[in-house]
């Protein structure tokens, strides 16, 4: 298990996930929670796939992303995402979502993948959740 978080960030270009530590909400064992910000498209999405997987087997089930600052998203993005949340349901963890932008909750309501993949309005909504 990785053991400090707070220096974990990847950027690619515009791209960027950066873990924010949450001082008032409290995150349950073993997960994190990214802010991204940018564009997540064809050549973002596999850093963003490779870095949520190596997170994966290090130990971590539950995946909290906030989508507020994430301007433009492609299928290869939420294939991406998909993918996450099957591997993880697996593992009895879950992906979710936080706060999508304006124009990546239209991608997602476009694509009906808004029934699909867990959305919260915040992350303590998201937490709460079980």
């Given at each position: 298990m990785?053991?400090?978080?707070?220096?974990?960030?990847?950027?690619?270009?515009?791209?960027?996930?950066e873990?924010?530590?949450?001082?008032?909400?409290?995150?349950?064992?073993?997960?994190v929670?990214?802010?991204?910000?940018?564009?997540i498209?064809?050549?973002?999405?596999?850093?963003?796939?490779?870095?949520?997987?190596?997170?994966?087997?290090?130990?971590?089930?539950?995946?909290?992303l906030?989508?507020e600052?994430?301007?433009?998203?492609?299928?290869?993005?939420?294939?991406?995402?998909?993918?996450i949340?099957?591997?993880?349901?697996?593992?009895?963890?879950?992906?979710?979502?936080?706060?999508?932008?304006?124009?990546?909750?239209?991608?997602?309501?476009?694509?009906?993948?808004?029934?699909?993949?867990?959305?919260?309005?915040?992350?303590?909504?998201?937490?709460?959740?079980?």
């Open positions: 990785i053991e400090n978080w707070s220096d974990y960030t990847v950027e690619s270009g515009d791209f960027k996930m873990v924010l530590h949450q001082k008032f909400v409290p995150l349950p064992e073993s997960s929670y990214f802010e991204l910000s940018g564009e498209n064809l050549y973002n999405s596999q850093i963003m796939k490779e870095n949520l997987e190596m997170l994966i087997s290090k130990g971590i089930n539950f995946i909290f906030n989508f600052q994430v301007s433009y998203i492609d299928s290869s993005g939420l294939g991406v995402c998909l993918g949340h099957s591997k993880l349901m697996k593992q009895k963890g879950f992906i979710r979502i936080i706060s999508p932008s304006e124009k990546v909750r239209y991608v997602l309501e476009l694509t009906k993948l808004r029934s699909l993949l867990q959305i919260f309005p915040t992350l303590e909504q998201a937490i709460k959740t079980d």
